[in-house]
């Protein structure tokens, strides 16, 4: 049992017995398979927590030359890399930090091929196996029309020379089963490239650290994937399944208005702090609440922006909340600090975490500086 009481307000707050918690269960599937799992930053960036993960996972994968630096100077083990593009004035610095990158087509393969070799750097391609079981549009990497990866009618074996691995990512959250369905698809339309291969990476997606999330059938894939290709080296790279469940975004009620029904106005936004939970769209967790009526007291949970629909929905209580109460939200570390905003210069919410003794350390605040910076 944690004390929110140390917690600052606004303030992401990490809690690393649980952030340990999932590093030993992907330790455990790396030691059972053979396998590499790494950390994917575009899902899970706490940078301040990546000695911890260092000590279970062989190292990272970027989306970008920040990432790829992030990964580098605060990690610094594998640093693995794919981008939809990379650009000429980035592509020199990418290349010193990466160990892996993959390029998305075959045009950018052939534009940076001659550097990317002079550099040591193992190259792969990422391809798309156009199967998946995703059910939201604006997640899933193999829909109709989608940019990201290679599909077969496009592919061009002539111009492999170089290329050391193959990339595919067709997942979001989702089970064993899912990745079993999209192995199918790419090892039909890919499978005969692999004898020439060195890697293979299957993406992320993988919910690996959730409770339900069937790991026995997920070692048996990777185990018998290992045995039709023993030669290749098999990496995942979940973000979601590092950050699970990890973490809470503290919030404090800062008044009630009433507008047909009473709406709560929070010292967080929705919209420049949650973006997942109006993109997805989501309804996050809030410690002791209920749905809509479920407990006598329901309130409409708002954001402290002036966008008008800076609102999370209808959530019930046991008791009135009042000016001052502390609102917890679950689950709030993956893909949520990542993409959060200064949207309307609203105070950014602070970062914290709980060590393994429980107590809190406030690691950063942020300053007028930085919001004006980024303008």
Not at 97 to 123: C, E, P, Y
Not at 140 to 168: A, M, Q, W, Y
Request: with cysteine.
């Amino acid at each position: 049992m944690l004390d929110y009481s140390q917690v600052t307000s606004p303030c992401f707050v990490l809690d690393e017995t649980r952030l340990r918690r999932n590093m030993e269960i992907l330790d455990q599937i790396q030691k059972q398979t053979g396998v590499h799992i790494i950390c994917a930053l575009k899902g899970y960036s706490f940078w301040r927590s990546f000695p911890i993960i260092a000590e279970y996972l062989p190292g990272a994968t970027a989306s970008s030359l920040n990432e790829a630096r992030l990964a580098r100077e605060e990690m610094n083990k594998q640093v693995h890399v794919f981008a939809p593009v990379y650009a000429d004035d980035e592509i020199d610095q990418i290349l010193s930090l990466a160990d892996h990158i993959t390029f998305n087509s075959f045009s950018q393969w052939m534009r940076f091929k001659d550097k990317t070799l002079a550099a040591g750097v193992s190259a792969g391609i990422r391809v798309n196996p156009e199967f998946s079981t995703v059910e939201t549009d604006i997640y899933n990497p193999c829909g109709k029309f989608s940019r990201l990866g290679v599909t077969e009618r496009e592919f061009k074996p002539e111009l492999l020379d170089g290329i050391e691995g193959l990339h595919f990512h067709a997942l979001c959250e989702q089970d064993a089963d899912a990745l079993e369905g999209v192995l199918k698809a790419f090892e039909a339309k890919f499978g005969k490239y692999l004898a020439q291969m060195k890697w293979v990476n299957f993406g992320g997606g993988h919910h690996i650290t959730r409770k339900d999330y069937h790991r026995e059938q997920l070692v048996q894939i990777l185990k018998d994937f290992r045995n039709r290709y023993p030669h290749l080296q098999v990496i995942l790279e979940p973000g979601e399944a590092v950050g699970w469940q990890t973490g809470e975004l503290v919030a404090t009620v800062e008044d009630i208005v009433h507008n047909e029904m009473d709406i709560a106005v929070l010292n967080v936004s929705i919209s420049a702090h949650m973006p997942d939970c109006l993109e997805m769209p989501y309804r996050p967790t809030i410690t002791g609440a209920g749905m809509p009526g479920e407990k006598q007291f329901t309130y409409k949970i708002t954001g402290g922006t002036c966008l008008a629909g800076d609102q999370l929905g209808d959530f019930s209580f046991d008791k009135p909340l009042k000016v001052g109460d502390r609102i917890i939200f679950e689950d709030m570390i993956h893909y949520t600090m990542v993409k959060t905003t200064f949207f309307n210069g609203v105070r950014h919410p602070d970062i914290g975490m709980f060590d393994k003794e429980g107590k809190f350390h406030l690691l950063h605040r942020f300053t007028y500086q930085q919001f004006k910076e980024k303008l």
